[in-house]
Every structure is written in structure tokens, then in C-alpha cells.
């Protein structure tokens, strides 16, 4: 499987930064033939960047959509609109949405079901806080985060779908899983969609680890054997820092 580089911009970049960010990223790639697969998670305004970027091979990702189709719903953004961008990718059930804007595994399977509706495909993404790891719950906590948000998502609905652990102690705070504690996840991961579904949606679903994933880590990371690739945040607001884990994952493919 291609290893995947997600960034993951948050709350970050003006329309020109974008667009900087954007066509310096094309720049590079120009003549580069990638087996690795770039995605970025951009706010909504700079959705419409997808049009000139895909050709290069940069999909973008909207970071959150409405759980409802159309209508009365101030402020919000359909998975419709974010489709009709040419954005390929939406990031859902985020650990920040999760806590900030109170998007429970309910909602984000409703989100999830209307991204795929409208053609997008979610970046799933489920992750223990630390004090559920301290108790040695975390693979519960990320097992009942799958069945809610995957409830009623077939299996050929699957194959549009990337998931994303991310523990949320390792989010922001510079702390990394270890390459281990990442792998032992992603293997229970892929073992709990065995059980959810077969054999082959577990082997094909891709698994990207997120957390204070930077160039200085992620060559461990990205070698795990059930590691496809990383969410990235901070180190994806700075063109240097991707392409640095653009080449790393490079290496790994
Ligand atoms: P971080 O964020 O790389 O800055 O820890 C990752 C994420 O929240 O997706």
C-alpha cells in the first residue's frame, strides 16, 4: 500500500499562504514521478485550490462537513459544497471536533455517511486521551470509536474510507507514540475491522497514525509494517517540514 502523507492545517493560513504554500508544493513535485499518496487538510476557503493542485497530485481534504444535506443551518458546509470544490477527501471526527464542537461518534457517523453520499471520502479518525491509555483502556476506547462511527457502512463503503489514530495525548504536545505503541494500535485496528468485516477491508483500509508526527520521527513511524502512512499538523504548515516527510515516506514505499 502507498504510504500516505496527510497534512492537516487546522485553523491556519490565509487564502495568499494557502496559495503560496500550494504552488511551492507544485513546484517541487514537477518532473517527480511519487509512489506515496499527498492529501491536505485545508480550511474551506482554500478548497477551491483543488482544481490546478490535483493534476499535480495533491488531493485536499475539507476538515469537517455538516451531518445535514442542505438548509437552514447557519455557518455550516455540506459535504456537497466541499465535493463540488473538486476536493476528493474530508477529515472527520477529529479529536479538536470532538471536544471543542461536540461532534460525539453519533454525529460523526451521520457525517460520514453523508461525505460518502456526496462521493467524498472521510479520513476517520479515533484516538484514546491519556488518561484512558493510563488505565490501559485505549483499545477499547478506539474499538467503541470505530463500531459507532462505522455503524451501517458497508463493506464496499470501505474502501473509500482512510482511518487516522490519532491518541490525543500525542496531538499538539510534541509527545509521540512510539513507533510500538503506534504499531500495537494499528494491528488491533486492522484486527477489530477483521471482526467488524473480512479479511480484505482489513488488509486494504488504510491506517495513518497522527500525533506530533515530524521529519526527526517519521521514518520509524512510516516503517511500521501496519503504519500507511501519517496526519500530520504542525510539521505540514511549513513547505520544508512536508517535503522533508514527503521524501521520508518516499523511502518507505
Ligand atoms: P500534530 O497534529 O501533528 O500537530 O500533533 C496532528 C493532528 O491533530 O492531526
Not at 487546522?10 to 506515496?36: A, C, H, V
Not at 478506539?142 to 490519532?166: D, F, N
Not at 500525533?211 to 517519521?218: I, L, M
Amino acid at each position: 500500500m502507498n504510504t500516505i502523507v496527510a497534512g492537516n492545517w487546522k485553523m491556519n493560513m490565509t487564502l495568499p499562504e494557502g496559495r503560496d504554500f500550494i504552488s511551492g508544493l507544485q513546484e517541487y513535485l514537477q518532473g517527480k514521478n511519487l509512489k506515496s499518496q499527498l492529501i491536505l487538510g485545508v480550511p474551506f476557503i482554500h478548497l477551491p485550490l483543488s482544481l490546478g493542485a490535483s493534476e499535480a497530485g495533491i488531493y485536499l481534504a475539507a476538515q469537517n462537513c455538516s451531518e445535514h444535506s442542505s438548509g437552514a443551518y447557519t455557518g455550516e458546509t455540506s459535504a456537497q459544497m466541499v465535493q463540488s470544490t473538486g476536493a476528493e477527501y474530508v477529515i472527520l471526527g477529529h479529536s479538536e471536533r470532538r471536544q471543542y464542537f461536540g461532534d460525539t461518534d453519533e454525529v460523526i457517523n451521520q457525517k460520514i455517511k453523508e461525505a460518502l453520499q456526496q462521493g467524498l471520502k472521510p479520513i476517520f479518525c479515533v484516538g484514546e486521551v491519556l488518561e484512558e491509555r493510563q488505565q490501559g483502556r485505549q483499545e477499547k476506547v478506539v474499538h467503541t470509536q470505530l463500531e459507532r462511527g462505522l455503524a451501517a457502512i458497508s463493506p464496499a463503503q470501505m474502501e473509500q474510507i482512510i482511518i487516522a489514530y490519532e491518541p490525543v495525548w500525542a496531538i499538539g504536545t510534541g509527545e509521540t507514540a512510539t513507533p510500538q505503541q503506534a504499531e500495537t494500535m494499528h494491528w488491533s485496528i486492522r484486527k477489530h475491522l477483521s471482526e467488524l468485516y473480512d479479511l480484505h477491508v482489513a488488509e486494504k483500509t488504510p491506517i495513518l497514525y497522527g500525533g506530533s508526527v515530524k521529519p526527526e520521527n517519521a521514518r520509524e513511524i512510516f516503517g511500521m509494517p501496519n503504519v500507511n502512512g501519517g496526519l500530520i499538523g504542525g510539521a505540514s504548515l511549513k513547505l520544508d517540514s512536508y517535503i522533508q516527510l514527503i521524501e521520508l515516506a518516499e523511502e518507505t514505499v
